[in-house]
C-alpha cells in the first residue's frame, strides 16, 4: 500500500575508529623476525607479533609499539633493521633432486628454522598439498595443486603464509616428489651485533613519501648521527621526529643535547625532545621493563589528533598514562620550568599518575614555532592540499581562468577544515568583527603569467597564521581580612 515502508537491520563485523594520516607513527628499529626491505603497516600490537616477532631483550622496538596502542596508538609504519652480513633462511621443495619449489623467508634471522614444509598427495589425480608451519602452527595448506605455479601462486597470495615466506618456482616442472613431513627451513642470521647508527638511518628510506604525514622515531639509538637523520627526515616528508636521550642520562645531559640539536641543525622546528625514559609492565606481575619515551609520546599524539586535531598539545590532563607506570627520573616543577626554557618536553609524575608536561619544539624560532603543534598544524595542511591537489594535476588550463578557480576552492576547503577545528588563528578587531579566518589563498594571472602557463605550471599562494598553545596559567589570589573587601 502507498507510504514509507522502512525496515533495520543489525550491521556485523569489527568497528575502528576514525585514523587521521597525520596520527600515525613510523618506528625504525630491531625485531626477531620480518622484512628488512618495505616498511609494513601495523594496527595493532597483535599484528605486530605476527610480522615481527614477540619482545626480544636485544630490542625496544616491540616494547615501544605495544606503548604506543595502549597509549591511544591507532596505526604505524615499521622498518626492521638487520646487520649488513644478514642472511635468510631457505628450504626447496624437491621433484628427484631438482628444485620444484623455492622457499625463502621473509627477512635474515635465526628465527627461519622454526619455519616447516610438509608435502603430501592431493585427493585429485595429478596434485599435490604443501603445508607450512611456524613451530606447531598451521599458516596455510594450499590444498590440491595442479602445478607448481598453481603452488607457488597460492603461497604468494595467501594474507598469513605470505607474511613468512615467498615461493618460487624452481628449475623442474615435475611435481614434488618424494614427499616430506615438517621439514625444516635452514636458520638465518640477523647479524644483529654489527648494527650500526648508519643501519637506522638507511632503515629511515623505508618511510617514503607516500606514507604521508605523522611522527617518527627510532628508539633503539639516540646518537647525533640518528636524531641528525631524524630531524632531516621529518623535514624532508612533513614529519615530527620524537627524539629521546639515553636512559641515564642527566638533567644537564639532555639540556646540552637540546642545546646542540637546536643550535646546531637545520629545520628543527620538526623535532621534539622529551625526558626521562619511562617504565612499562611486563607479564610478570610486579616487574617493569624500561624504555625510551618514543611509543609513551606517540601513542598520546596519535590519540590528540584523531580525538581533537593536530593543533592539540598532546600534554597535560590529556596526556594521562594507562599503561606507563613510571619514569626512571622524577622531575619537580623547578626542574620541570628549567627543561622546558632549553626546549625539553618533561615527563612527570603528578598525582600518582604519569604525563607529558611540556610542549615544545627544539626550534630556535620561538617566535614561530615554540610549540611542536606548530609544525604539525602546518605539515597537516601540506598534506591535505597535496592530497585534495590531486585531482587538478593534467586539467585543462582555459582562458576563463577555472582551472585557478578550482585551486583556489580546494585549497579553501582544506583551510576551512583546519579553521573550523580550532588550527588556525581568526583575527578579530575591538568590536568582535572578523578582520580574517586566519587564512589566505591566491591563484590568479597575477602568479602565472601565461608564459608561465605554457609550461604546465600552476602557482598557488597559501598565508596562514596557526593557533599557539597556553601552557601556562597565571593567577593572582589576594586574601582580605574582615575589615575589607573583597577584591
Known amino acids: 500500500m502507498p507510504g514509507v515502508v522502512i525496515s533495520t537491520a543489525v550491521r556485523t563485523g569489527p568497528s575502528s575508529p576514525t585514523v587521521r594520516e597525520s596520527s600515525q607513527a613510523f618506528f625504525v628499529g630491531l625485531a626477531d623476525r620480518g622484512p628488512t626491505d618495505a616498511a609494513l603497516k601495523v594496527s595493532s600490537i597483535e599484528e605486530f607479533e605476527d610480522i615481527y616477532g614477540g619482545y626480544v631483550s636485544y630490542a625496544y622496538l616491540h616494547p615501544t609499539v605495544e606503548t604506543f596502542f595502549e597509549e591511544g596508538g591507532t596505526q604505524c609504519y615499521i622498518a626492521r633493521v638487520a646487520g ?210 618514543d611509543g609513551y609520546i606517540a601513542g598520546k599524539r596519535s590519540a590528540a589528533h584523531n580525538t581533537a586535531g593536530a593543533h592539540v598539545p598532546y600534554a597535560g590532563l590529556l596526556s594521562q598514562a594507562v599503561f606507563v607506570n613510571g619514569v626512571v627520573a622524577d622531575i619537580n616543577k623547578t626542574n620541570g620550568d628549567l627543561l622546558d626554557d632549553e626546549g625539553v618536553n618533561a615527563i612527570r609524575v603528578i598525582q600518582n599518575t604519569v604525563r607529558i608536561y611540556g610542549a615544545r619544539s627544539l626550534s630556535a624560532d620561538t617566535t614561530n614555532y615554540r610549540y611542536i603543534t606548530a609544525q604539525d598544524i602546518v605539515n597537516g595542511i601540506v598534506t591535505d592540499s597535496n592530497r585534495t591537489l590531486e585531482s587538478v594535476v593534467f586539467s585543462t588550463i582555459d582562458g576563463r581562468n577555472n582551472s585557478f578557480a578550482s585551486v583556489e576552492a580546494k585549497l579553501i576547503a582544506v583551510l576551512e577544515a583546519a579553521r573550523i577545528s580550532g588550527a588556525l588563528y581568526e583575527a578579530f578587531d575591538a568590536n568582535g568583527r572578523r578582520i580574517d579566518f586566519g587564512y589566505t589563498v591566491k591563484c590568479d594571472s597575477s602568479l602565472n603569467p601565461v608564459s608561465q602557463l605554457a609550461t604546465g605550471l600552476i602557482k598557488a599562494r597559501v598565508g596562514v597564521r596557526v593557533s599557539s598553545v597556553g601552557d601556562k596559567i597565571e593567577v593572582n589570589i589576594i586574601k582580605s581580612n574582615l575589615t575589607t573587601s573583597v577584591v
Not at 613468512?164 to 616428489?177: E, I, R
Not at 645531559?253 to 629545520?267: T, V
Open 84 to 293: 649488513s652480513a644478514a642472511t635468510t633462511g631457505v628450504k626447496n621443495i624437491t621433484s628427484s633432486g631438482s628444485v620444484a619449489i623455492a622457499l625463502e623467508a621473509n627477512g635474515p634471522g635465526a628465527w627461519s628454522s622454526d619455519l616447516k614444509v610438509t608435502t603430501t598427495a592431493g585427493t585429485a589425480n595429478d596434485t599435490f598439498v604443501v603445508k607450512l608451519y611456524l613451530g606447531t602452527e598451521l599458516l596455510m595448506s594450499t590444498f590440491n595443486c595442479a602445478s607448481n605455479e598453481i603452488a607457488v601462486g597460492k603461497i604468494n597470495s595467501h594474507p598469513v603464509a605470505s607474511k613468512y615466506v615467498t615461493a618460487t618456482v624452481g628449475t623442474t616442472t615435475s611435481l614434488p616428489t618424494p614427499y616430506v613431513a615438517n621439514s625444516a627451513f635452514s636458520a638465518g642470521d640477523d647479524d644483529r651485533a654489527s648494527v650500526v647508527a648508519s643501519d637506522y638511518v638507511d632503515g629511515l628510506d623505508l618511510f617514503n613519501d607516500a606514507l604521508g604525514t605523522g611522527a617518527v622515531s627510532c628508539p633503539e639509538n639516540a646518537s647525533s648521527t640518528v636524531y641528525e637523520a631524524l630531524v632531516a627526515h621529518a623535514n624532508d616528508y612533513n614529519r615530527i621526529a620524537i627524539l629521546h636521550g639515553l636512559s641515564d642520562d642527566t638533567q644537564a645531559e639532555i639540556i646540552a643535547m637540546a642545546q646542540n640539536i637546536s643550535g646546531g641543525l637545520e629545520n628543527t622546528e620538526h623535532a621534539a625532545l622529551y625526558y626521562p625514559w619511562v617504565y612499562v609492565p611486563t607479564q610478570v606481575a610486579g616487574i617493569n621493563r624500561l624504555i625510551p619515551p
